[in-house]
């Protein structure tokens, strides 16, 4: 019988602060987690993205994959011209052959005031 912490997984990765994001079509990769060796299993993949963006006109943009697939796309409007900028997104996934990967890239409206990202996690939590 495997011993509980045998099978408990948590991995993440904390990003360093960047400063001054590119506008479109360029995409900023900001964080990203790899985990290898997983036990097959129901896991929690999910990534917190933190910035300030002194805007009132334009947007922020996050997009995420996973595993090397398909982009998913988050924009987020600032709603006064001192807000921060925060995602928070979490799902769950199955793991199956051991290994999983999340990616995370920011950009903004080409154009637009300085965008600065304070913070960026990325991780992959085992739940059942």
Do not use: C, H
Not at 29 to 53: A, I, M, W
Not at 72 to 83: R, W
Not at 90 to 105: D, L, Q
Request: aromatic share 14%; charged share 25%; proline share 6%.
């Amino acid at each position: 019988m495997a011993e509980l912490f045998d099978i408990l997984v948590y991995d993440f990765t904390k990003a360093d602060p960047i400063v001054d994001i590119p506008g479109l079509p360029t995409w900023t990769p900001v964080v990203s987690q790899s985990s290898t060796g997983l036990p097959d299993g129901v896991y929690e993949l999910g990534f917190s993205v933190n910035g300030s963006f002194p805007d009132i006109n334009d947007s922020v943009y996050l997009r995420y994959r996973v595993d090397g697939g398909d982009w998913y796309e988050i924009s987020k409007e600032p709603s006064d011209i001192t807000d921060t900028v925060g995602i928070y997104y979490a799902f769950p996934f199955i793991v199956t052959g051991g290994s999983v990967s999340i990616e995370v890239e920011v950009s903004k409206d080409a154009g637009g005031a300085q965008l600065n990202v304070d913070f960026g996690d990325a991780w992959v939590e085992r739940k059942k």
